[in-house]
């Protein structure tokens, strides 16, 4: 499907992403293990680059991201990225060093044909960076917005089916969460709930545009209270000291 603004998968970045990076931007720690997975690779392509998190700008860098309100969102010192979805790219075989996905297979209208694409287009490793569907609904955020997390169990690709499909050496590694997480995903407040409450926030999270506004304001609801009488903080509250949480975020690195 592809929406008024050029978005490809099953979220309207349109509609939801006009304030996307004021709470998606690129966290330190994670991509320092983004750049660790791509070694010395050169030449490198982003694939649902969006507003272009976790961009190697020290590498000559190609972009494809075909929502036009995330390309508008793209700062100055990104490259522009190119108008294209992952299950066409418009390049020869093996013609980057490496290639990253990050935070955007589950959009994927075809998810076997875009990774067919990323492995024929890349020499190298290809990096995608997921949630592993199995460990999306542990998380706290479950006992108070359950549709929210059992939307995105159900739009995120087994880490498995990702890694079988690019094919031949691979690593699935947990990506630790700082607790002062810049990339504005769920589970980067797991020790700061109060986030949540900002309705950017959420937006800036797509599997809340799934769930009808009345059942999200419940939700809302439901964590404001225990956030109020203190519920939250006697079940959760040790979170709110812990450096880091490893919850359903994973890092895929294949090589041929």
């Not at 293990?33 to 998190?53: D, H, T, W, Y």
């Not at 980057?96 to 990050?102: R, Y």
């Not at 935070?103 to 044909?113: G, K």
Request: proline content about 9%; glycine content about 8%.
């Amino acid at each position: 499907m592809r929406h008024a603004d050029g978005s490809a998968g099953d979220a309207d970045y349109g509609a939801i992403g006009l304030r996307y990076t004021d709470y998606r931007q690129p966290d330190p720690s994670i991509a320092a293990l983004i750049l660790k997975a791509l070694g010395p690779a050169q030449r490198v392509l982003n694939v649902g680059a969006g507003a272009g998190s976790y961009e190697p700008l020290d590498r000559h860098l190609t972009a494809v991201e075909p929502s036009e309100s995330m390309r508008a969102q793209r700062p100055a010192s990104h490259p522009v990225a190119i108008d294209a979805t992952a299950e066409n790219l418009p390049f020869p075989d093996r013609h980057f060093d490496a290639s990253i996905a990050i935070f955007t297979v589950h959009q994927w209208s075809d998810l076997a044909a875009g990774l067919a694409e990323l492995r024929r287009v890349t020499s190298g490793p290809v990096v995608i960076m997921s949630c592993d569907p199995d460990a999306v609904e542990d998380f706290w955020l479950n006992e108070y917005a359950p549709m929210v997390l059992a939307t995105e169990a159900r739009r995120y690709p087994p880490v498995t089916t990702i890694a079988a499909a690019l094919g031949g050496t691979h690593e699935i590694l947990p990506v630790p969460i700082p607790f002062d997480c810049r990339d504005g995903f769920n589970e980067a407040y797991y020790g700061r709930p109060e986030r949540l409450l900002e309705p950017g926030a959420r937006t800036a999270c797509s599997a809340w545009s799934f769930v009808a506004p009345e059942l999200s304001a419940t939700y809302v609801a439901n964590l404001q209270a225990a956030l109020a009488d203190g519920s939250w903080d006697r079940a959760y509250g040790h979170f709110r000291t812990e450096p880091f949480f490893t919850g359903s975020l994973r890092l895929v690195v294949s090589r041929p």
